[in-house]
């Protein structure tokens, strides 16, 4: 094994906090496959983090030669933890009596579950920059964890997921076509708190769009997605040309059944089999263990549920929730065309929807009834056009006969065309469900 530099964070705040330093750094120098071990002076810092309340911490930095893999390195030092008292695996935050964090391993990056170098935040705690310096680290040149990381070729996408699953990571894919707004953050936020890793893909799909649709006009604002995607934890953004999505002799579609046959299918032909395509070939790419996607395009989600089915990724499809401005519409990136008046009358989607959803709850069980609720308050703005409006089962929204229901999704699609150009908007809601 070649000898390489790495670095230690050191602290203790338990014990006899001092003993137990000295202790790890004694117990460290005589690891064979460990030299030339060096330590800073020991400071004391106040507890960082949202754990429970607790004592100050004395922390320092190791500086040392080792022939030793990193994840053997790793190792050692929560052997060395685990004899100090430390209850491993351990809650985050909690007192310890010993916490010994790997920071830098050569120049390498090491993404698994169990290690991450470099250390992520190291560079925002003064308890550990200050004794770097003090060990004559140039703190400026060391390297520093940046994300999210942002790919072009799917090739390099494709390796950067293949280093997550082979860390055993668990991988969350949110696949969006830009123009990100609070809607996206949500889904974003979301597979933050359940996942791993998070990828985030930006590619405004052509096999989408028929022709005469507003592909060329589609809203594209990749620098303040990347910022959107930063602010909500992203690790990377796969963000491809037309081009390195489809090369110039692609020519594998993927056809969509019943689900993609009605209301979106019938008023757009061929735009789900588009959306299964790019879902396909994303989800082949990343093999996401969780992919999220936002309730507000229902029917896509119920095309994607039976294509993750029947193709067999093992991923498992995450639907999330709504997100809505105070007054009920639901954002979409095609809101920002809307003019003033559209903007105000568009409100009526959602006042519809609503209307029949109140009706429900109170004791409706007619399908044509709560229908015919739903269409007289759209029948009071004449500015929007509805396309359609239709109740369908949950989750695969098939078709519901005639009578007494227990429940549904109430779907409808207007155009409103006064503003800086003609806006398609959606919108669903569930009869049963407050807010969805």
Same mark, same amino acid.
């Given at each position: 094994?070649?000898?390489?530099?790495?670095?230690?964070?050191?602290?203790?705040?338990?014990?006899?906090?001092?003993?137990?330093?000295?202790?790890?750094?004694?117990?460290?120098?005589?690891?064979?496959?460990?030299?030339?071990?060096?330590?800073?002076?020991?400071?004391?810092?106040?507890?960082?983090?949202?754990?429970?309340?607790?004592?100050?911490?004395?922390?320092?930095?190791?500086?040392?030669?080792?022939?030793?893999?990193?994840?053997?390195?790793?190792?050692?030092?929560?052997?060395?933890?685990?004899?100090?008292?430390?209850?491993?695996?351990?809650?985050?935050?909690?007192?310890?009596?010993?916490?010994?964090?790997?920071?830098?391993?050569?120049?390498?990056?090491?993404?698994?579950?169990?290690?991450?170098?470099?250390?992520?935040?190291?560079?925002?705690?003064?308890?550990?920059?200050?004794?770097?310096?003090?060990?004559?680290?140039?703190?400026?040149?060391?390297?520093?964890?940046?994300?999210?990381? =942002?790919?072009?070729?799917?090739? %390099?996408? &494709?390796? @950067?997921?293949?280093?997550?699953?082979?860390? +055993?990571? $668990? *991988?969350?894919?949110?696949?969006?076509?830009?123009?990100?707004?609070?809607?996206?953050?949500?889904?974003?936020?979301?597979?933050?708190?359940?996942?791993?890793?998070?990828?985030?893909?930006?590619?405004?799909?052509?096999?989408?769009?028929?022709?005469?649709?507003?592909?060329?006009?589609?809203?594209?604002?990749?620098?303040?997605?990347?910022?959107?995607?930063?602010?909500?934890?992203?690790?990377?953004?796969?963000?491809?040309?037309?081009?390195?999505?489809?090369?110039?002799?692609?020519?594998?579609?993927?056809?969509?059944? =019943?689900?993609?046959?009605?209301? %979106?299918? &019938?008023? @757009?032909?061929?735009?789900?089999?588009?959306? +299964?395509? $790019? *879902?396909?070939?994303?989800?082949?790419?990343?093999?996401?263990?969780?992919?999220?996607?936002?309730?507000?395009?229902?029917?896509?989600?119920?095309?994607?549920?039976?294509?993750?089915?029947?193709?067999?990724?093992?991923?498992?499809?995450?639907?999330?929730?709504?997100?809505?401005?105070?007054?009920?519409?639901?954002?979409?990136?095609?809101?920002?065309?809307?003019?003033?008046?559209?903007?105000?009358?568009?409100?009526?989607?959602?006042?519809?929807?609503?209307?029949?959803?109140?009706?429900?709850?109170?004791?409706?069980?007619?399908?044509?009834?709560?229908?015919?609720? &739903?269409?007289?308050?759209?029948?009071?703005?004449?500015? +929007?056009? $509805?396309?359609?409006?239709?109740?369908?089962?949950?989750?695969?929204?098939?078709?519901?006969?005639?009578?007494?229901?227990?429940?549904?999704?109430?779907?409808?699609?207007?155009?409103?065309?006064?503003?800086?150009?003609?806006?398609?908007?959606?919108?669903?809601?569930?009869?049963?469900?407050?807010?969805?």
């Amino acid at each position: 094994m070649r000898d390489t530099t790495a670095y230690l964070a050191l602290g203790s705040n338990e014990g006899d906090r001092a003993a137990q330093l000295q202790r790890a750094l004694e117990r460290l120098r005589a690891v064979p496959g460990v030299h030339d071990l060096r330590a800073s002076a020991f400071r004391e810092s106040a507890f960082v983090g949202d754990g429970p309340p607790q004592g100050p911490y004395l922390n320092g930095v190791a500086r040392l030669r080792t022939t030793l893999p990193a994840h053997a390195l790793l190792g050692v030092c929560q052997a060395l933890e685990a004899e100090a008292g430390r209850k491993l695996p351990a809650p985050r935050h909690h007192p310890r009596p010993l916490d010994l964090d790997l920071l830098f391993y050569g120049d390498e990056e090491i993404d698994t579950r169990e290690l991450t170098v470099p250390h992520p935040r190291w560079h925002q705690r003064p308890f550990v920059v200050e004794p770097l310096r003090e060990l004559g680290a140039d703190v400026e040149a060391l390297p520093r964890w940046r994300r999210p990381l =942002s790919f072009e070729t799917a090739a %390099e996408f &494709a390796a @950067r997921c293949s280093t997550w699953h082979a860390g +055993a990571l $668990v *991988v969350g894919l949110v696949p969006t076509m830009g123009a990100l707004h609070a809607g996206h953050a949500s889904l974003l936020r979301r597979a933050r708190e359940e996942c791993d890793r998070v990828a985030a893909t930006i590619f405004v799909n052509p096999l989408q769009f028929a022709p005469g649709e507003d592909f060329a006009a589609y809203p594209r604002t990749l620098a303040a997605d990347l910022r959107l995607c930063a602010e909500a934890g992203v690790d990377a953004v796969f963000a491809p040309t037309v081009g390195a999505m489809y090369d110039p002799e692609f020519c594998s579609h993927v056809a969509t059944g =019943s689900a993609a046959e009605t209301m %979106e299918g &019938a008023v @757009r032909p061929g735009h789900f089999a588009g959306i +299964a395509t $790019v *879902v396909t070939r994303l989800l082949a790419l990343a093999r996401p263990t969780r992919a999220y996607f936002g309730e507000k395009d229902a029917q896509q989600l119920a095309v994607i549920r039976r294509l993750v089915q029947d193709v067999g990724f093992p991923t498992a499809v995450v639907p999330c929730a709504i997100v809505r401005e105070p007054d009920g519409l639901a954002l979409s990136s095609r809101n920002v065309y809307l003019g003033a008046d559209d903007r105000r009358a568009s409100t009526v989607l959602f006042r519809a929807l609503a209307s029949a959803q109140l009706a429900f709850r109170r004791g409706e069980r007619d399908r044509d009834a709560l229908l015919q609720r &739903a269409h007289a308050v759209l029948a009071t703005e004449p500015r +929007a056009e $509805v396309d359609y409006l239709e109740l369908r089962r949950e989750h695969d929204l098939r078709p519901l006969p005639a009578g007494a229901i227990d429940g549904g999704r109430m779907l409808v699609a207007a155009r409103f065309r006064d503003g800086v150009r003609p806006v398609r908007l959606l919108d669903n809601l569930s009869l049963g469900a407050a807010g969805t």
